[in-house]
């Protein structure tokens, strides 16, 4: 059974930073591709950062790029979010998502295992 736990959420102003954890467990965590997603209220999920399963390879939409950096230790069975320079439109539910296979996607759908999110709100 996979488990996905977050942590790192919390209320942040307009312009500071945060840094998202993800620790997985139960299974090959290298073997898998990871990414953030996030929801607001009324919105869909939309992927912020993704990332490939060795690290080499990386994905954030132009909403956050330059501002978010997805990375991995493979060792520790985790994934990080640094988020910086955060705004008040960054505000939704942080999700934590693994992918079978070690190619990211964007697309919610063809991730396997999700964790159960952490808030995130920024405050303008």
């Known amino acids: 059974q996979v488990q996905l736990v977050e942590s790192g959420g919390g209320l942040v102003q307009a312009g500071g930073s945060l840094r998202l954890s993800c620790a997985a467990s139960g299974r090959t965590f290298s073997l898998y591709a990871m990414a953030w997603f996030r929801q607001a209220l009324g919105k869909e999920r939309e992927c912020v950062a993704a990332?490939?399963?060795?690290?080499?390879?990386?994905y954030y939409p132009d909403s956050v790029k330059d501002r978010f950096t997805i990375s991995r230790d493979n060792a520790k069975n985790a994934v990080y979010l640094q988020m910086n320079s955060l705004k008040s439109e960054d505000s939704a539910v942080y999700y934590c998502?693994?992918?079978?296979?070690?190619?990211?996607?964007?697309?919610?759908?063809?991730?396997?295992?999700w964790g159960q999110g952490t808030q995130v709100n920024v405050s303008s």
């Open positions: 998502a693994m992918r079978k296979g070690g190619a990211y996607s964007d697309y919610a759908p063809s991730y396997d295992y």
């Open positions: 990332i490939s399963w060795s690290g080499g390879s990386t």
